[in-house]
């Protein structure tokens, strides 16, 4: 039987005291997609921000790292990106 990303977490987090539910829970694939959208749509709102150069550079670098696993790294990319152009990021 094989586990659920979910469970996995969550049984992570009994393994893990301290360990905060929200971070390993949105650490995941979707969650990276989800923030990689907010990014897409905010550079092409705001595509005469001063800032956009660098907002897209990191959107690159956090697309690489949600592409090889490391979602918590991709999910902070996204989210650095997002407050380049001036953008609060939300959860997806």
Do not use: N
Not at 25 to 50: F, K, N, P, W
């Amino acid at each position: 039987m094989a586990l659920k990303p979910a469970t996995l977490a969550l049984l992570a987090l009994m393994v893990v005291p301290g360990t905060p539910a929200r971070a390993a829970l949105a650490a995941d694939a979707s969650t990276c997609h989800g923030y990689e959208r907010q990014v897409d749509l905010a550079i092409a709102q705001r595509a005469m921000s001063r800032r956009i150069e660098a907002a897209k550079a990191r959107r690159e670098r956090g697309a690489q790292a949600c592409a090889e696993g490391r979602h918590q790294a991709g999910i902070g990319e996204f989210r650095l990106a997002l407050r380049e152009l001036g953008v609060k990021p939300t959860a997806p």
